[in-house]
């Protein structure tokens, strides 16, 4: 069966520092990637996505950037972190657009 | 465009109260998908049902159930004989090929509060 790792579960870092989350899954190929972030008592907002490695869609131009150095780990980057980045950052994956996506359990970040 | 409205910011009942989660959608696809996801307090999204446009079949699990209706494009979610456990966040979602190439365009969420 399918799983999705993400880590780190939580994360308290400064304002202006690098920020580098990781998300896996396993059980897989070639599945189609996602980050999600949700600011708090906030809906879902879709930030990147892939469908293959080194293909990264950005749905909106912010701090972040994301990377997809193999086919099944998906990376969320940032070089300056800002008092906004903070929020639940959510993976999942699906087996191509459209289909249901499976979540990880997140990470909760916090800017100081 | 694709809109997923979800009218209902948050809901209270007592255990044991039969409660419906509102999803109004807008598209101008003909073929779409409509989703329901649960979020408990720890945070993770859990898939609860996928549903495509061409199967309008009311669903049934345990004591969960999904009216989809195209005449008043609603697809909503009633929860039967509520439990304690049933509390968390609950996201309507649609995906469709020309409004959103697929991608998932999601309600803003229901917070459910189930009293004991």
């Known amino acids: 069966s399918q799983t999705i790792h993400q880590w780190p579960a939580t994360l308290v870092q400064p304002v202006g520092s690098p920020l580098s989350l990781e998300c896996t899954v396993e059980?897989?190929?070639?599945?189609?990637l996602y980050w999600y972030r949700q600011a708090a008592g906030r809906g879902l907002q879709l930030l990147f996505y892939s469908v293959g490695i080194g293909q990264i869609s950005s749905e909106v131009p912010q701090n972040l950037s994301a990377s997809r150095p193999q086919d099944r780990q998906f990376i969320l980057s940032s070089k300056k972190l800002l008092l906004s980045d903070s929020g639940f950052y959510l993976c999942a994956w699906s087996v191509r657009a459209g289909d249901t996506q499976y979540f990880g359990p997140g990470t909760r970040l916090t800017v100081l | 465009a694709q809109k997923v409205t979800q009218a209902q910011t948050e809901i209270s009942v007592v255990e044991k109260e039969d409660v419906t989660l509102d999803c109004v959608y807008e598209?101008?696809?003909?073929?779409?998908?409509l989703f329901w996801y649960k979020q408990p307090p720890s945070g993770e999204l859990v898939f609860l049902i996928r549903r495509n446009s061409f199967d309008e079949q009311n669903e049934i699990s345990g004591r969960y159930s999904w009216n989809f209706q195209k005449s008043t494009s609603s697809f909503n979610f009633t929860i039967t004989a509520s439990q304690v456990v049933d509390s968390a966040v609950y996201f309507c979602?649609?995906?469709?090929?020309?409004?959103?190439?697929?991608?998932?365009?999601w309600g803003a969420g229901t917070k459910l509060i189930i009293k004991p």
């Open positions: 979602a649609l995906s469709g090929p020309m409004d959103s190439n697929y991608q998932l365009i």
């Open positions: 059980g897989t190929s070639n599945p189609n």
């Open positions: 598209t101008r696809d003909t073929t779409y998908y």
